[in-house]
């Protein structure tokens, strides 16, 4: 389980390194979008049938860097949206 926590954490940030621009994310929301990404990651590599989903692979971890920068796109998205809004 810490392992899985600190590598959402890893994969969060790489995320973020990834992304350009700058984005107005805590800690806590980059552990949560990691989380997400390598559980997504972890899915599509298994589906790929490199692995099981939380075992550790270069496909899923590839695969959930990808996710969580599009989930950190989304989020930002999210976010913009409810800023501009009345």
């Known amino acids: 389980m810490i392992g899985f926590i600190v590598a959402g954490l ?3 940030a790489l995320a973020r ?3 350009p621009g700058k984005q107005n994310l805590g800690l806590l929301a980059t552990l ?11 899915v599509i590599a ?3 049938g490199t692995g ?3 075992e550790l692979n270069v496909l899923g971890f590839i695969v959930a860097v990808v ?8 989020a930002e998205g999210l976010a913009g949206r409810r800023k501009g809004a009345p």
């Open 17 to 19: 390194l990834v992304k």
């Open 46 to 48: 298994n589906l790929l």
């Open 32 to 42: 949560l979008l990691g989380l997400a990404g390598s559980v997504i990651g972890g």
């Open 52 to 54: 099981d989903i939380f």
């Open 67 to 74: 996710a969580a920068v599009l989930l950190i796109g989304v």
């Open 10 to 12: 890893v994969i969060g």
